[in-house]
């Protein structure tokens, strides 16, 4: 009888232990890390938006092109302060830093292509990569910020909130844009 007890006990540990195993498998999530997901909803060619309006909980943020007056780029640690006019005859908007005229367009069409992954919230203290402040007769100025954060992605901060991060190549390359149009002038 006692080795029947025994071989009972034992079996009984064996299933003890297995169901546990099973359970650790099934309740226990998996520590995997999600890849952030980048949607694209639009395309659209930036010489035909004339308005921006969007709504981020529950707040409302519009922006109309027509009445942009110009915008200021921090960037090295100097401020650039771009004025601009729309020209019926050119049918295009004119970009002056002082007396020179500047080519803006390219600039402008890396602030709209970049793209937004995943959250930021909770990121601070970063190191400010280049920072845009747009003006707009009757508006309050649209702030645009974008940190350094790491070797792959840049915080996105718009009017002192951390929104979401977005790739490092498209944040230097919006830099570089910036630092070749408007230093050399």
């Known amino acids: 009888m006692k080795r029947e007890k025994k071989l009972l006990l034992l079996c009984l540990a064996l299933i003890i232990v297995a169901g546990a195993a099973i359970a650790a498998v099934k309740f ?24 921006l309006e969007w709504s981020y909980e529950g707040e409302s ?7 942009m007056t110009g915008f200021d780029v921090e960037l090295g ?3 650039y302060s771009v004025s601009m006019e729309y020209s019926e005859d050119e049918n295009a908007y004119l970009y002056t830093l002082g007396d020179a005229s500047l080519e803006l367009d390219d600039l402008l069409d890396k602030v709209e292509a970049l ?15 280049i920072s845009f402040s747009f003006h707009a007769e009757g508006w309050a100025d649209v702030e645009l910020t974008l940190y350094s954060y790491d070797s ?18 498209s944040a230097e390359a919006l830099r570089d844009a910036a630092a070749e149009a408007l230093q050399a002038e």
Do not use: K, M, Q, Y
């Open 152 to 169: 792959g992605s840049c915080l996105v901060e718009i009017n002192g909130e951390a929104l979401a991060f977005t790739e490092r190549s």
């Open 28 to 51: 226990i999530p998996d520590e995997e890390v999600e890849e952030a997901e980048t949607i694209e909803v639009c395309t659209i060619d930036t010489g035909t938006i004339t308005r």
């Open 115 to 129: 793209s937004r992954e995943g959250s930021a919230e909770g990121a601070e203290g970063l190191e400010e990569l």
């Open 77 to 79: 640690g100097e401020t």
């Open 61 to 67: 943020l519009s922006f109309d092109w027509d009445g």
